[in-house]
């Protein structure tokens, strides 16, 4: 019963957290960035906010790079805290332009994306990542503390 109040978890724990929040949620906005991306190759006329000032075709095609590859690379693991910055400001500019004024019902799941981006990005991607290979590989060894 102790283990259930213990407010702290074992490093292999904490990692393997790391890796299902990278995975589950780079899956997830992937599926919202893919049709962004077929849509901007398709040719077809783009039909999508215009942001601060930004054509339509510039606004969806941030946020494509952000849904699409930046969530990609975050599910591998790949500059993961570097991929992580475009999401959030783009959850940021969903948030409070976009949905600015309508209720929380319709904030909820950019909410719940840029909670979960900004969590990876002050946690880091985890012992589970290619980031985690590379900066061992490049001699730096353990984890900062």
């Given amino acids: 019963m102790?283990?259930?109040f213990n407010p702290y978890s074992s490093e292999s724990v904490r990692d393997f957290a790391l890796l299902l929040l990278r995975l589950s949620v780079g899956a997830l906005l992937i599926t919202h960035g893919f049709?962004?991306?077929q849509k901007l190759i398709s040719g077809n006329e783009i039909l999508f906010a215009s942001v601060?000032?930004?054509s339509?075709?510039?606004s969806m095609t941030m946020a494509m790079l952000a849904e699409f590859f930046c969530a990609a690379m975050v599910f591998m693991g790949v500059f993961t805290?570097?991929?992580a910055i475009p999401v959030i400001i783009t959850m940021l500019v969903i948030v409070f332009k976009i949905h600015g004024?309508?209720?929380l019902s319709n904030k909820e799941m950019p909410l719940l994306y840029l909670i979960s981006y900004l969590t990876i990005f002050l946690c880091g991607p985890g012992k589970?990542?290619?980031d985690?290979?590379?900066?061992?590989s490049a001699g730096k060894g353990q984890r900062a503390r």
């Fill in 132 to 136: 985690y290979f590379l900066y061992n």
């Fill in 2 to 4: 102790k283990k259930f």
């Fill in 52 to 54: 601060f000032g930004l």
């Fill in 128 to 130: 589970y990542s290619v």
């Fill in 101 to 103: 004024s309508d209720p």
């Fill in 35 to 37: 049709p962004k991306f």
């Fill in 56 to 58: 339509p075709t510039v």
């Fill in 81 to 83: 805290r570097l991929a």
